[in-house]
């Protein structure tokens, strides 16, 4: 019998990058999660962001949703290769929010920011580098704005026992559009890679 990991290589290698996104990243179930939960913390997080539930939507992504983490990560300078099995216990529940409404309304305080800032135009760093592809990580706002928001509200969701008290993290997308754009990027960095090492 063919094992996970092998299958999504293999995948990887014989589908069109996008048809993979469609085949194993956009369905709401995946190997260590499900709808049921991805519609909790879409739930918890229009309560924390006061948003309508149709303002938002949650696709939980990584190892959690294939088995198997198709991103390096380096933790203590040390780099994590791709295809990590995931871990019950030490492994992220990576989650990918959705949201026009929420983004637009970080994007007018990052703006905001900016035209207060000592200095214009203001450096936005690595920030800038991700909003310009429809894409806000958390991690890489200015203190303040929705940053403690957020982390608040994911250290919540980390702590639930729904989750086994994983730590749940997630990165905030305009659309739909955005994701699939750098899901599919990301498996074309892969197949090249793949290709490479033959």
Same mark, same amino acid.
């Given at each position: 019998?063919?094992?996970?990991? #092998? #299958?999504?290589?293999? !995948?990887? =290698?014989?589908?069109? %990058? ?8 956009l ?6 999660? @499900?709808?049921?939960? %991805?519609?909790?913390? =879409?739930?918890?997080?229009?309560? !924390?962001? !006061?948003?309508?539930? @149709? !303002?938002?939507? $949650? ?17 203590? &300078?040390?780099?994590?290769? /791709?295809? /990590? ?6 492994? &992220? ?16 305080e ?6 207060? %800032?000592?200095?214009?135009?203001? @450096? ?21 704005? =929705?940053k ?7 250290? =919540?969701?980390? #702590?639930? /026992?729904?989750?086994k008290?994983?730590? $749940? /993290? ?29």
């Open positions: 019998m063919i094992d996970r990991k #092998t #299958t999504l290589i293999k !995948q990887i =290698k014989e589908l069109n %990058a996008i048809d993979f996104v469609t085949k194993y990243i369905p709401p179930d995946g190997k260590h999660t @499900n709808k049921e939960e %991805a519609d909790f913390i =879409k739930e918890f997080l229009a309560k !924390q962001f !006061q948003i309508k539930e @149709n !303002q938002i939507e $949650v696709m939980i992504v990584g190892s959690s949703k294939l088995g198997y983490a198709l991103s390096n990560k380096k933790v203590n &300078d040390i780099i994590l290769p /791709r295809f /990590r099995k995931f871990h019950p216990i030490k492994s &992220d529940i990576d989650v990918a929010i959705i949201s026009e409404y929420l983004y637009d309304s970080i994007w007018e990052v703006s905001n920011y900016s035209y207060n %800032a000592t200095y214009f135009p203001w @450096n936005s760093k690595r920030l800038g580098d991700y909003m310009i592809c429809g894409w806000i990580r958390p991690d890489k706002l200015p203190k303040g704005l =929705k403690s928001i957020w982390w608040k509200s994911f250290m =919540k969701l980390s #702590t639930n /026992r729904r989750f008290y994983r730590k $749940v /993290r997630g990165g905030l997308f305009r659309s739909t559009y955005h994701l699939i754009s750098y899901q599919e990027l990301s498996i074309l960095k892969i197949k090249k890679e793949i290709e490479l090492s033959k």
